[in-house]
């Protein structure tokens, strides 16, 4: 099991996919035991990369709503997480922790999201 669980599992439920090519020349995929779960691409990669993304987006809706989300090759997605104490990592109050993404040029605290310059 790799050690980013959300890494392995969308890297699981992407091994289960299954692509057609439609007779138009396009391509169709799915991944089954995600129900609603399919796409379209002109190409197959298009179609690969647009169930990639269709699929993250149904897994963090889904947690997001507190739906159950199918458990795959042992990555159980609906365990609450556990919590390590940061104290040992910083001697400020850990309620204050930011996080930055210089790509995305936001950071983000555990109530909101503020728009900052990178």
């Known amino acids: 099991m790799l050690r980013f669980i959300l890494t392995g599992y969308i890297e699981n439920a992407l091994s289960q996919a299954e692509y057609d090519k439609l007779e138009d020349g396009t391509f169709s995929g799915r991944i089954p035991f995600f129900k609603g779960v399919i796409t379209f691409g002109k190409t197959l990669r298009e179609c690969e990369d647009e169930l990639r993304s269709m699929l993250e987006?149904?897994?963090?809706?889904?947690?997001?709503?507190?739906?159950?989300?199918p458990v795959l090759a042992g990555y159980d997605l609906n365990k609450e997480p556990s919590h390590e104490s940061m104290a040992a990592n910083s001697s400020n109050d850990h309620d204050n922790l930011i996080l930055m993404s210089p790509a995305l040029g936001h950071a983000i605290n555990s109530w909101s999201i503020k728009k900052t310059t990178v």
Request: aromatic fraction near 8%; avoid cysteine.
């Open 57 to 69: 987006d149904w897994v963090l809706v889904g947690l997001k709503s507190g739906h159950h989300i």
